[in-house]
C-alpha cells in the first residue's frame, strides 16, 4: 500500500510525504502516480504521532467514578473493588474507547500495564494503534499469589508474540515495589532478560508508598531495587518518580532507566510534582503519559504536554524551564527511545506513525508560531491519523471502529461494573 500526503505543512515547509507499506519512503516533491493513496495537505500541518509512556487503557470506564481523593483511598476503596468485577469482554469494551480518544487526540502509541490482556489486544488490533502491553503483577507478598502471577506474566508474553502482529509488543508489569515482593521483582528481571522485553513499573508516585518501602527495607525505592541489581541489563520505563533523592536520581542515570512523567495524574491524586528539571540536567530520558482514566481524566496527551510544560516553571519560579519543543519530544522522540520504537519524528526510513491537523484552527493562527501553538494553545482533537502506513482516521472519521457501536459497548460494559 503506498499513500501520499501531498503538500502538507512539516516543519513549516510544504512538502510532499510519500509512504510504502508501514514506513516513510520519501519527503520532498513526489509525482502522484495512479496506485497511490491521495491526502491533500495543503491544509493541513504533520506531526508525529503521540507515544503515551503510562497507561492502564480498559480504565476508561473508571473516567469520573472516585474523584477528589487520596491514592491509598482511590485504590483500595473504589479501583480495586471495581477490577475485582472486570473480565475480557469488559476490558476489550474499555480498550476501544481509550483507542478511539487517542486516535482521535493524535496518539498512535501506548506502554500498558493491566489484566485481561486478551481484550487489550483484540482491540488494539482492531483499531490499528500501536501498543505495548504488560500484565500487571501483584502478590502482595504472597508465595503462592506470586506463582500465579508470574505465570500469567509468562503465559501474556508469549500469547502476544504469537499474535505475531508488529503493532503489539509485549512487557512485564510488576506494579511497584509496595505491592510485588522482592522475589517477584528478581523473577521478573530474569523473564525480561529471558525474553528481552521492557519492564514498565509504578515507581516514587506518592510519600506513603516510599514509607511502606523504606519501612520494610530500610531503603528508599531505587536503592532497594538498586541493591539486588534489578535495573541491570534490562529497559525499563519507570513512571511517576515524584519524590526522588539526590541518590536516587543518581541511579536513574547511571542505570539508563526512562522516567514517565505523569503531571495531571499525579496533581489530581495530590502525589506531588516529580523533580524533572533535575533529572534532565542528568540526561535522563523524559517521556509523557496520562495515567489511567480514573485518576487524569483523559487520554489526551496533548494537555500532558502543555501541563509539562508550564508546570515546572511555575513551581521553579523559572520560565525557561522546559521549553515548549522539549515538552513536544518528551511525547514523541523520547517515548519512541523509551519503547524501542523507530518512531516519533517525520523521517525517511521511520514508521509511518503520522497526524495531521487542520491550520484552520483559530488556536493554531498565526500559523508561524506552529511550534509553540502545539504544546501551549492547541485542544489536541486531530483530522487524520496514520498508524504503520495505514489509514485509522480520515477527516475525523475513525476508518477501522465504528465510534457509535464503541460508545453503546462502553456504556453497557460500566452497567456490568456498578452491578
Not at 515524584?242 to 547511571?254: A, G, N, P, Q, S
Request: hydrophobic letters at 40%; glycine letters at 6%.
Amino acid at each position: 500500500m503506498r499513500v501520499l500526503i501531498k503538500n502538507v505543512f512539516v516543519e513549516g515547509k510544504r512538502r510532499d510525504i510519500l509512504i510504502e507499506e508501514n514506513r516513510i519512503k520519501e519527503i520532498g516533491e513526489v509525482r502522484r502516480e495512479e496506485d497511490m493513496e491521495v491526502i491533500d495537505g495543503s491544509n493541513k500541518i504533520a506531526i508525529p504521532g503521540l507515544i503515551n509512556s503510562h497507561t492502564h487503557i480498559p480504565m476508561t470506564l473508571f473516567r469520573g467514578v472516585a474523584d477528589d481523593l487520596p491514592l491509598m483511598e482511590w485504590l483500595n476503596n473504589y479501583i480495586w473493588p471495581m477490577e475485582a468485577k472486570l473480565n475480557e469482554k469488559i476490558v476489550y469494551c474499555g480498550t476501544l474507547l481509550g483507542c478511539v480518544e487517542m486516535i482521535k487526540t493524535g496518539t498512535t502509541t501506548f506502554n500498558d500495564m493491566y489484566f485481561f490482556l486478551e481484550g487489550i489486544a483484540k482491540a488494539v488490533d482492531e483499531s490499528g494503534v500501536r501498543g505495548v502491553l504488560a500484565y500487571g503483577m501483584i502478590d502482595l507478598f504472597d508465595e503462592d499469589r506470586r506463582e500465579k502471577e508470574l505465570e500469567k506474566a509468562e503465559y501474556y508474553i508469549n500469547y502476544i508474540k504469537d499474535l505475531n502482529n508488529s503493532r503489539i509488543l509485549p512487557a512485564l508489569g510488576p506494579h511497584a515495589p509496595y505491592t510485588c515482593s522482592k522475589e517477584l521483582l528478581k523473577k521478573a528481571k530474569d523473564l525480561a532478560i529471558k525474553y528481552n522485553v521492557p519492564i514498565h513499573i509504578h515507581m516514587n508516585e506518592t510519600l506513603d508508598e516510599i514509607k511502606m518501602v523504606k519501612e520494610k527495607t530500610g531503603m528508599e525505592p531505587f536503592l532497594y531495587l538498586n541493591s539486588f541489581n534489578f535495573f541491570d541489563n534490562i529497559k525499563v520505563i519507570a513512571a511517576h518518580c515524584v519524590h526522588l533523592t539526590d541518590e536516587e536520581i543518581k541511579i536513574i542515570k547511571d542505570k539508563n532507566i526512562n522516567v514517565s512523567h505523569n503531571p495531571i495524574s499525579n496533581l489530581k491524586l495530590a502525589s506531588g510534582i516529580a523533580p524533572i528539571p533535575k533529572l534532565l540536567k542528568e540526561n535522563v530520558n523524559i517521556t509523557l503519559g496520562t495515567d489511567g482514566c480514573g485518576s487524569n481524566n483523559n487520554l489526551n496527551l496533548f494537555e500532558e504536554i502543555k501541563v509539562s510544560a508550564i508546570l515546572h516553571k511555575g513551581y521553579n519560579l523559572d520560565p525557561t524551564l522546559i521549553k515548549a519543543e522539549e515538552a513536544f519530544k518528551f511525547a514523541t522522540i523520547n517515548g519512541a527511545k523509551a519503547l524501542g520504537i523507530d518512531a516519533g519524528e517525520i523521517k525517511e526510513g521511520k514508521l509511518a506513525d503520522i497526524v495531521l491537523i487542520n491550520k484552520n484552527n483559530p488556536t493554531l493562527r498565526p500559523i508561524e508560531n506552529i511550534r509553540s501553538h502545539l504544546v501551549y494553545s492547541f485542544n489536541g482533537f486531530v483530522d487524520d491519523v496514520i498508524i504503520d502506513g495505514k489509514i485509522v482516521m480520515r477527516d475525523r472519521e475513525i476508518i477501522t471502529l465504528d465510534e457509535q457501536k464503541v460508545y453503546e459497548m462502553a456504556e453497557k460494559a460500566y452497567d456490568k461494573l456498578r452491578e
